[in-house]
């Protein structure tokens, strides 16, 4: 008995020491696996998370009223910077007067519809939404302040008769598609479904 005895004592902590060994670097192994799987995917797409995050940072945070002045400075800019380029329209103060009258007849027909509807006319807050406003104007386009807004853009360029001056109209429309107009569409799809499925599929984002 007393040669047994010391004998136990040793070898249960021998197994604990050999337990507790292999745990540690079982742990230890485990979290090696995992920094290295997300090294790996860093570096398959190291830039992903930044660019998705930047363009996130920029949804909804220029209002298109303020976007659509900084356009027309851009404009205005680039006709002084290129004004050797200028190209005399037939009419031009005539045309530049009916798209101008256009597109603020479409902008103002746009918010009369909204406040009829008791619903948000803030563009930078789309989650306010109320309803789904799909009378009027919306009959034939998705985003009428935006059109017109476009409209006036459009009568601002040919008022400037400078050709270069043409060329913020497509940057204006691809700005707004992707930093005001998806991200409200995103909003309403979740907020409302089905119902702005359906009015998405049966009108136009323009025109």
């Not at 027309?72 to 798209?99: C, H, K, N, T």
């Not at 360029?157 to 913020?168: K, S």
Request: hydrophobic letters at 40%.
């Amino acid at each position: 008995m007393s040669i047994v005895e010391p004998v136990r004592p040793h070898r249960a902590k021998t197994v604990r020491r050999r337990v507790y060994r292999t745990s540690d670097s079982s742990d230890r192994r485990m979290a090696s696996d995992a920094c290295t799987h997300g090294y790996e995917r860093g570096i398959q797409n190291p830039t992903r998370t930044y660019e998705k995050t930047a363009l996130n940072k920029l949804e909804l945070k220029v209002p298109p009223l303020i976007l659509v002045m900084l356009c027309m400075l851009l404009m205005w800019g680039i006709s002084r910077l290129y004004a050797e380029l200028d190209a005399s329209i037939p009419g031009a103060l005539v045309l530049a007067g009916l798209l101008a009258a256009g597109g603020v007849f479409i902008a103002v027909a746009g918010v009369i519809n909204f406040r009829q509807a008791r619903t948000t006319v803030d563009p930078t807050a789309p989650e306010r939404t109320t309803s789904i406003v799909s009378s009027g104007i919306y009959k034939s386009s998705r985003n009428p302040m935006y059109l017109g807004f476009a409209l006036c853009l459009t009568a601002w360029a040919v008022w400037l008769e400078n050709p270069p001056a043409f060329l913020v109209l497509p940057g204006f429309v691809l700005y707004m598609n992707l930093f005001q107009i998806r991200p409200e569409e995103r909003m309403l799809s979740k907020k409302f479904g089905d119902e702005y499925t359906r009015y998405r599929q049966s009108v136009r984002r323009w025109l």
